[in-house]
């Protein structure tokens, strides 16, 4: 599983149109978390890099 950029993560939320509290409940993890990811201050791993790579193939209809 290739990491995501704290660019890539944001990217793949706004082509979605969802705000940082969606995209968190879709990930279930917590939207600060989601801030952490996109300014770069913490990186996604396991299920979560996971569900992120999902959604990035396939959008978030893939993990709804």
């Known amino acids: 599983m290739k990491p995501l950029t704290p660019k890539q993560i944001r990217a793949i939320r706004e082509r979605e149109h969802v705000s940082q509290s969606v995209f968190a409940n879709y ?10 990811w996109e300014r770069g201050e913490k990186r996604p791993s396991g299920a979560s890099l996971k569900l992120l790579s ?3 193939k396939n959008g978030l209809a893939a993990v709804a």
């Open 27 to 36: 990930l279930n993890v917590t939207s600060s978390l989601v801030s952490k």
């Open 54 to 56: 999902l959604v990035e």
